[in-house]
Every structure is written in C-alpha cells, then in structure tokens.
C-alpha cells in the first residue's frame, strides 16, 4: 500500500530527471553545434582574407596588354615624320612633320582636323628640326638662316554645353618670331632644351663643326620684354659623323653617339665644354643604330642592329660619376622604332616585320611581345597617360590602346638587389614617393621583411628571458598568496594600449637611453648580477636570520636590491661616460666606432615591445608550469630528487609544450606590433643589425602609408602584398608552433 502512494512522486522525480537530461543533452549538442559553426566561420573569415589579398595583388604580376584602336591615313607621304603625339584623352593624335607642319587628326573619325604650319621669315628655310623630351611635347626648327624657332604642341580643353571639346593649337614659349644661334650659319643635326630662360642648342654648321650655344634670358625692366644673352662656343674633336644629338634637359650633358662609340660631354660650362667620357659600346660587327634618352634623362638606351638594347647611366667611382653598362634586353629580333614613356622607365619598340614590344628597365621585364600590322615603321610614341601608343607605319597613324599599370613590379623588384639611378650598386631599397616626376619608385619588400625580423628578434631577447624566468618562479616556487597577486597584475598590462607604449618609447625612453647609455649598459649587467647574488647570499645565512622574516615574502625583499642597483646604474653613468667616452657616448660610437646611432632605435624598441609581449608569453606559460600534476613533482621530490631537478626534469619537461606555444604567441604578437615601431623607431627601411640603428616593419608601414597611396595603384597593391607577407609570416609561426606543440605533448605525455 505504501509502495503504491509513493509511485507518483517516482514517476515525477524519473520525469524531472529525464527532462534534467534531455536538457543537458540539448544543451551539450547546442554548445557542440555553436562551436563547430564559430570555428567554421573563422576558418572561413581566414580563407576569405586570404583571398581577397590575392584578388588585390594579382594584377601587379599581369602583363601588359596592347590592342589597336584606329588606324589613320595621311596623304603627304614624301616629307619625313619628325614626332608623333596625342592629347592626354587619347581623342586626337598629331604628326609633326621635318618642315614643322603639324596635321592634327580624330582617333574616331580617321578625319584631318586642322594643319598648322610654322611661321618662318622670308627667305629662310627649315635645314634640321629636333624634338624634345616626350612630356614637354615639343620641337624645335633649325633654319638656314642661323635662327631656330621652337613650337609646342598643345590642347586646349573647353567645356561648352557640358560638352568636352578639345582643341588643337600651337604655342610658341619665345614667340612667333624665331631666336637667333648663329648668324649666318645654317643648323644642322639640332638639339636642344628650353627651361625657365635658358635654351641650350647644340648644332653643327655648314663645316660640320659642332657648336653648343646657350642663352639665357632676362627680362627689361622698362620694356617688360625678355632679352637673350648669347654664349657660343665649340665642342672641340667632336665627332663630325654623329648619328644625333642628345641633351639632358638640366644642360649638364651633351651626347654625341656614333655606330660604334658614344662621346659624352660636360657642358655646364659653356666657354668650355670638355669631353666628360667615351663608351666603346661596339660589340664586334654589331653596329649601334639608335641612341634616347630613358625618362628623367639619367639613363641611355643603345639600340644595337640585331635588337639588344642596353641601359647605361652614371655610376659614383673614384674618377667621379661616369656612365656605366647596368643591364640589357635580348629582343628576338632587330630594332627599327624606340619610344620611351614620359615620366615611368618603360619603352616600346618595334622590329621592321611590325613585332611590338613593352619592357621596363628597371625590373628588367618583357611585359608584351605581339606582330602587328605596321611593318617598316617609322616615328612612335606614348601618350601623356601612357595608356595608348601612336605608331608611324603604312603611310597612317596607328592608334594602340596600352594596359600597362605595373610595369614596375616584379619578384625580382620586390625580393632581390636592383641597381637603381644614381646608386653606386645594387641594393634593396624601399621608397615609393618623392616629390620629383623624374622620380622612380622602389618597392623592394626585403628591408620591411627584416625589419619586421629585427624588430621581433629584438623584442623577444628581452621578453622570453624575463617572461620564463618569471612564469617558472611565479608557478613553482612563488607562495600562493603573492602569486595571487603578481599573476594579476603581470596579465593586466597585456590591456595597456600599445600606443602608450609606443608614446612613452619614443618621447621619454628613447631619449633617456640616450643620453644615459653606459648607466643603460651598466644596469643591464648589474641587475641580474645583484639578484643572483643576492639569492646567493639568502642561501647562505644562518637559519636563525631566515626564521626573523617570513618565508611567504622572500620576493619582497629584492625591490629594495632592484631600486638601489637602477640609481646607482643612472648615478655612475656620467662617469662613465667622462672616463671612457670623453663625455660623450653617442659621439664616440658614431666617430670612433663607426656605427650610426639612431635616438630611436632597435634598442628602445625591443625594450618598450618587451614589455608588450612580455604579459602574453609569462600568462600562458605560467598556466602551464602550474597546471602540472602536483603527483609528478610531489613522486619526484619523494625519490630523494631536489626542487631544482624536479624542475628541470619533470615539470619543465612536462610543461614544455605550453612553454613553446606561449614563446610562439609572444613571436606572432611581435611580428604584427604596429603602433611602438612606428613611434619608438625612425622608419628607417634599411637592412642593418645593429641594436643602435632604427627599421621599418611591414606593419608599421602599411600604417603609415596606405593613408596616402591611391587605389589601385602600384603602391597600394604591393601595400597589400606586404599585409599578405605579414599574414604568411603568422601564419608559418603559429603552424610550426602547433606541430612542435603536439610533438612535444606526445613525447612528454607519459610522464
């Protein structure tokens, strides 16, 4: 009876408890599924990151494309083509013919639209015309009279009925009226440069002497009109049979190229040109048969009859800067047309068959190799925008569409030494802006790959020592009640900003360091020292003396050491440094030494990104030495072994592979530091060792520059790159730290 009254409660206690399961159950399979999912979505959000650099890198690696747009026939076909152009939309292209008459055309019409010609004075007639460098878009008429006139070509842009109209026009920068050279002597073989008043030509006359003359202008102060000042001269034992003429547009250098030497002459002195340099740049039966100038006008391009085509520029040597053969370019087959683009260092050309070609010299690559129809070409040139090519063949102007965005970006560019212009040697070199057009762009990911190794390496010589050292003492030998107090406080500094950090570094460490090194160097012997001794010296006391402080604040006892060997370290520095140094280190190291000391060094920042590593490496391996089982120290100790081989012997072994994931996490979060190396260090892209000069790391460079880089641009997408490098970089710690890890717990796992 009494069993049949308490069936109920039964039935309800076995429902609540199975209710009780079937939620615990849901509950675990929901926590499972949540998991699973979470993991998922960051394997996925992983993978998505990595392809969308990918998608952003990609195009710095394509190549480049040229596609015809319009071909445009002309009728006067028995005069010579001097250039040929475009405007910057690419709407209208021109031809400027040796007589200076100048045809403008529609690229989509194929229709002449105007013609202009030069006006000349009476009687004189055009005996030689040159054109200038291909941005100033320019050309200058050598009469028979000893005047020279120079014309530019030029679009007006208007904007009627919020309609664009571009239209074509001539400008003269000295006036219609032609400037005198050389009275009574006729221009042949001109060159020339025109730049804020002063005009350089160079001319042979009719003896084929050459002569170099230079005017300079300035204006009158009652007429407001702009008077020239003449200063000719003679290039003596110039070459008479000079293919042409070059002049860099700075009036420094005058370039006299034959089929098988180039002479090269300084004439910044115009009363006295001298011969600066010969290049004997004949190579056996190989003849040269067309010699420009690369953008900027540093660089020589030397097109030789079979298509090699070599790059010299000057190079610093113990007779001064003098030219030298930097590299070349095998063309399958010969060269007839060069044409260099206005402000990057690509250059198309063209083989008699019609075979086009883009190469950049710099990363020395062949971005397109197509044959079209423009056999036996003649005149050809970029467009302002060098995103078209106007081709002089078959009697028409023929209108290509180029596609050529990142000519200078290659492995070899970004990975190995390029000889840049103007350096003595190859080097690696990261510098992407500058406010020159001449300027060049170097984009070597080398100096940011180190100095983010550097920076790291630096970093973890002063924070795996101190964070190990403290996580082994903390976990093992440490009484619970301080160690529930300095655990705490050591994880708490992982929450300071490391912009903090960082400011601290730059505007109070760094100059500390500075301006105490010895005492710097002094406390960093001293201190280890003390504490060691110190230890020493407990052990060494009579057990009385130990008995009068209590054993939980051992610790305790070594601030007072700690503070006293910091003021005596800062104290003595300045003696030191007068004893020694003759009172100044810093000199003494940058002068006596020769080591360039930076304020803001490797130094400074492997101290102040210590600090901020320091918290992540001690909390995880710290966890790890305590989280052995007690039973493996406590048999250990029974066995008759002491604490100092229990743990070096068990528990460190034990402990091992938390240790090494806890010196990896500290790595990969040192790798990726931004904000302290890019305010407690100068930025410095450069490949040095040295504690005492600065770096460049690839995070604090995309910090600093991804503001100011254009989308899209060459810049921006090797910024990119340098984000993808950094996620390899962690990428490879954290794999090699995971399988080290596993291996480590499989060997040690029976203990």
């Known amino acids: 009876m009494e069993s049949q009254v308490n069936q109920p409660g039964s039935e309800t206690k076995s429902l609540l408890v199975g209710r009780k399961a079937n939620r615990r159950a849901f509950t675990d399979k929901a926590a499972e599924v949540g998991v699973t999912v979470g993991g998922t979505m960051v394997f996925v959000a992983l993978l998505l990151i990595f392809f969308y650099l990918l998608y952003v890198i990609k195009p710095i690696f394509d190549g480049a494309d040229v596609e015809p747009v319009s ?182 250098q005058l370039i006299l190229p034959t089929t098988n030497k180039i002479f090269i002459y300084d004439i910044r002195d115009t009363d006295e040109p001298s011969l600066l340099q010969v290049l004997d740049v004949k190579d056996g039966s190989n003849k040269v048969s067309n010699v420009s100038l690369l953008a900027g006008a540093s660089s020589i391009l030397i097109n030789y009859e079979d298509g090699t085509i070599d790059q010299y520029f000057q190079v610093s040597s113990r007779n001064g800067r003098l030219y030298q053969k930097i590299r070349d370019f095998e063309i399958d087959s010969p060269v007839q047309t060069i044409a260099t683009e206005f402000y990057r260092k690509s250059f198309a050309v063209v083989s008699p068959e019609g075979e086009l070609s883009l190469l950049y010299t710099t990363s020395q690559r062949n971005l397109f190799t197509e044959k079209f129809n423009i056999a036996k070409p003649g005149e050809m040139a970029f467009s302002p925008r060098s995103n078209a090519l106007i081709v002089e063949a078959n009697n028409s102007l023929n209108v290509f569409a180029v596609d050529n965005d990142h000519p200078e970006v290659s492995w070899s560019a970004l990975w190995q030494k390029v000889w840049y212009e103007g350096y003595p040697e190859p080097q690696y070199v990261w510098q992407s802006t500058s406010g020159s057009d001449d300027f060049e762009a170097k984009l070597s990911l080398m100096p940011l790959a180190f100095g983010t190794m550097k920076a790291a390496f630096y970093a973890m010589l002063f924070a795996v020592p101190l964070a190990i050292a403290g996580a082994i003492y903390t976990a093992y030998f440490m009484s619970p009640k301080v160690r529930s107090v300095v655990k705490p406080t050591i994880e708490i500094m992982e929450a300071l900003p490391t912009v903090i950090l960082g400011f601290l570094a730059g505007l109070w460490l760094a100059p500390l360091i500075e301006d105490h090194l010895p005492g710097i160097l002094v406390l960093l012997t001293l201190l280890p020292t003390s504490i060691l001794l110190s230890a020493f010296t407990w052990s060494r006391l009579p057990n009385s003396w130990k008995q009068r402080l209590p054993e939980t604040y051992q610790e305790i006892m070594l601030i007072p050491v700690i503070l006293f060997v910091g003021w005596f370290s800062f104290e003595i520095s300045p003696v030191i440094e007068i004893a020694f140094f003759d009172g100044n280190t810093r000199q003494f190291i940058t002068n006596d030494l020769g080591i360039t000391f930076d304020q803001r060094n490797a130094f400074v920042v492997g101290i102040a990104m210590g600090f901020a590593v320091i918290p992540t490496i001690f909390s995880i391996a710290e966890d790890a030495i305590f989280s052995v089982p007690r039973h493996l120290s406590n048999g250990s100790l029974a066995l008759g072994a002491t604490n100092w081989q229990t743990l070096t012997r068990v528990v460190l072994l034990t402990a091992s592979p938390g240790i090494f994931s806890a010196v990896m996490m500290g790595l990969g979060r040192a790798v990726g530091e931004t904000m302290i190396v890019l305010m407690a260090t100068g930025n410095t892209a450069i490949l040095e060792w040295s504690v005492f000069e600065g770096m460049r790391t690839l995070a604090a460079n995309i910090a600093v520059e991804m503001p100011e880089s254009a989308i899209g641009s060459s810049h921006y997408r090797v910024l990119f790159l340098a984000a993808f490098v950094l996620f390899v970089f962690t990428f490879v710690f954290n794999t090699i730290a995971e399988v080290v890890r596993q291996r480590l717990r499989e060997r040690y796992s029976s203990l």
């Open 71 to 252: 071909t445009i026939s002309y009728q006067n076909t028995e005069t010579a083509t001097l250039m040929v152009g475009s405007d910057e939309q690419n709407e209208i292209a021109y031809r400027v013919l040796v007589n200076g008459q100048v045809d403008f055309y529609s690229v989509a019409s194929k229709q002449l639209i105007e013609s202009f010609q030069p006006p000349l004075p009476v009687g004189a007639t055009v005996v030689s015309s040159a054109k200038a460098k291909p941005n100033e878009q320019r050309f200058a008429l050598g009469l028979s009279t000893g005047e020279a006139l120079i014309v530019g070509v030029d679009f007006g842009v208007t904007y009627p009925d919020n309609v664009r109209t571009i239209t074509p026009r001539l400008r003269y920068p000295l006036g219609e009226t032609p400037i005198m050279v050389d009275e009574g002597q006729a221009l042949h073989h001109l060159a020339f440069d025109y730049i804020d008043n002063r005009i350089g030509f160079a001319y042979q006359d009719e003896q084929g002497a050459w002569k170099l003359n230079r005017l300079e202008g300035e204006e009158n102060m009652m007429t407001e009109e702009i008077e020239w000042y003449s200063d000719l001269s003679v290039v003596e034992d110039a070459p008479k049979d000079a293919l042409t003429a070059l002049m860099t547009p700075d009036h420094r």
